[in-house]
């Protein structure tokens, strides 16, 4: 049906850079939200990023000023760049998608994470 896949993730020092991508495919009509949680060992998963109609967007307060969300809507795909990397931003990575699927559907689709290391 419709499924999203991130890449991207991987080990980086303290102050660095990575940039997660997400491209969703399928059966898509139209993806109303797209976002990006986290989830660090022993804790809960979290929001991070999102971007909605409009493309306006929305940060947790844990990374506001250090990461940018940004979608490409004629590809299905939405990017999150990340600098000023903290080990606090150690977590697994997941994107979500709101989509709208070519039989009318709503669907909400998680795609299976990646791991971004940050080493002090």
């Known amino acids: 049906q419709v499924q999203v896949v991130e890449s991207g993730g991987g080990l980086v020092q303290a102050g660095g850079s990575l940039r997660l991508s997400c491209a969703a495919s399928?059966?898509?009509?139209?993806?109303?939200?797209m976002g990006w949680y986290r989830q660090a060992p022993g804790k809960q998963r979290e929001f991070v990023a999102g971007v909605g109609v409009g493309d306006r967007t929305d940060y947790s307060d844990s990374v506001k000023g250090r990461f940018t969300i940004s979608r490409d809507n004629a590809k299905n795909t939405l990017y999150l760049q990340m600098n000023s990397l903290r080990p606090e931003d150690t977590a697994v990575y997941y994107c979500?998608?709101?989509?709208?699927?070519?039989?009318?559907?709503?669907?909400?689709?998680w795609g299976q994470g990646t791991l971004v290391t940050v080493s002090s």
């Open positions: 979500n998608a709101d989509v709208l699927t070519r039989s009318f559907r709503y669907l909400e689709v």
């Open positions: 399928g059966s898509i009509f139209s993806i109303r939200t």
